[in-house]
């Protein structure tokens, strides 16, 4: 499925100075150093784009919540570091991300040259989509670039506000390549297509269920939502986590999933504890014989074995959440498990961001998956069929004759 908005490759970058939006939230550990950069590698293609192009090229983003004041702790000084090392070349860091300082600092760019501005977030007015700090910003550039999939279900002014104000606005590579992916997945997948949903709540995944509902093959549900749906069959979850209020919405789901013929999928056996304690006494158990007062954790093995044989015969895979705690070693067996499982299938196999890829890194497939999003919150709206502004608020690519598409041709040789 082709991007329907115009792209970097749309546009004349030479000389131009061109601001980029990218996700550079990448999570810090306690000594501000970078435990995964991912984020900032997935925008490489385009920054090394503009530089080729001839651009000058001002990067910008957002890190954690500063709630519109200076945070040192927020600083994106360590990403720029980071990004120097990635690109082999000296990055430009601001002090700010408007005001006179960094128009200074631009005024001195080059060809070629990268400024890092410092965390939009350090300004109220970013999140509140405010115009004058839209105009600020927009002001440092000539041309609009937004790569930062990660943020474009925000309506926030670097995302929606920026392209009010500046001559050209299109989407990057990361973007576009995203959107592609995702969107293709849902609208023309190859079938078998299979969903397969996890992590902690029902509630927190309704329009992704609705939505994927309607256009899979089969439904695999894990993590804590699983029992939500298993209460609504009348078993007995003891202490696990369950949403009484969605009890007549997952039977709705499934009863509709299988009145359409769908498979629907739940686990059969779990891994049960005393305690939600690291270190409680656990055992394995069907689904069926949950102790008393005991939490489920994790699916068992014969789920994993139940739930890879429905995903091999699978031509698209799509999968957002995870299968238990995986953050706790005893509990993350099911979802490495269910990560080795789609890595081997021979389908397109797409992975939502946030917590699900995180588990693929830890799992060591992140090679072996056709694309990992880099967007949690914005891959779910996606998935649910929401517009993202970020992406609403650039211009749709117009469609041209041939005789015209010669003349654009030759009008950017000549540009």
Not at 33 to 41: F, G, V, W
Not at 124 to 131: L, R, V, Y
């Amino acid at each position: 499925m082709k991007l329907r908005k115009q792209t970097i490759d749309d546009v004349v970058l030479r000389d131009k100075r061109v601001i980029i939006r990218a996700d550079f939230n990448v999570p810090l550990d306690d000594e501000n150093q970078i435990t995964d950069d991912t984020r900032i590698r997935s925008t490489l293609p385009t920054i090394n784009r503009a530089i080729d192009d001839g651009a000058k090229v001002i990067l910008c983003s957002h890190l954690g919540r500063p709630n519109g004041k200076f945070n040192l702790k927020y600083s994106l000084a360590p990403v720029a570091k980071r990004l120097g090392r990635l690109m082999g070349k000296n990055i430009l860091f601001a002090p700010d991300c408007i005001g006179p300082a960094v128009e200074g600092l631009v005024e001195k760019m080059k060809a070629g040259d990268v400024l890092l501005l410092e965390n939009l977030r350090f300004h109220p007015g970013e999140e509140q989509n405010d115009d004058n700090f839209s105009k600020a910003l927009a002001a440092l550039g000539d041309v609009y670039i937004n790569d930062a999939f990660g943020a474009a279900h925000r309506a926030h002014a670097s995302t929606v506000g920026i392209t009010k104000f500046i001559p050209v606005s299109v989407a990057g590579f990361l973007l576009k390549k995203e959107i592609e992916y995702l969107e293709g997945a849902v609208e023309n997948p190859v079938r078998p297509f299979v969903a397969i949903l996890g992590g902690a709540k029902v509630s927190g995944k309704i329009g992704v269920i609705e939505n994927l509902g309607k256009r899979v093959d089969k439904v695999i549900i894990g993590g804590g939502m699983a029992f939500t749906f298993l209460k609504a069959k009348g078993m007995e979850i003891g202490n696990s986590l369950v949403e009484n209020d969605m009890l007549d919405f997952a039977k709705g789901i499934e009863d509709h999933a299988l009145s359409r013929g769908v498979k629907f999928y739940l686990p059969v056996d779990c891994v049960v504890a005393a305690s939600r304690e690291p270190g409680a006494e656990s055992k394995i158990v069907p689904v069926q014989e949950i102790p008393n007062g005991w939490y489920a954790l994790d699916i068992g093995p014969a789920s994993v074995k139940l739930f890879n044989e429905a995903v091999q015969n699978a031509k698209t895979i799509l999968w957002n959440g995870p299968m238990g705690v995986f953050e706790i070693d005893a509990y993350a067996r099911g979802t490495l498990a269910m990560a080795h499982a789609i890595a081997d299938a021979y389908a397109l196999t797409i992975v939502g961001g946030g917590e699900t890829a995180l588990a693929v890194h830890r799992s060591g497939e992140s090679e072996n998956m056709s694309f990992i999003s880099t967007g949690g919150g914005a891959a779910l709206e996606l998935l649910e069929g929401k517009q993202l502004p970020g992406l609403t608020a650039l211009p749709n690519r117009v469609s041209i004759t041939p005789i015209s598409f010669l003349m654009w041709k030759t009008s950017r040789r000549f540009s």
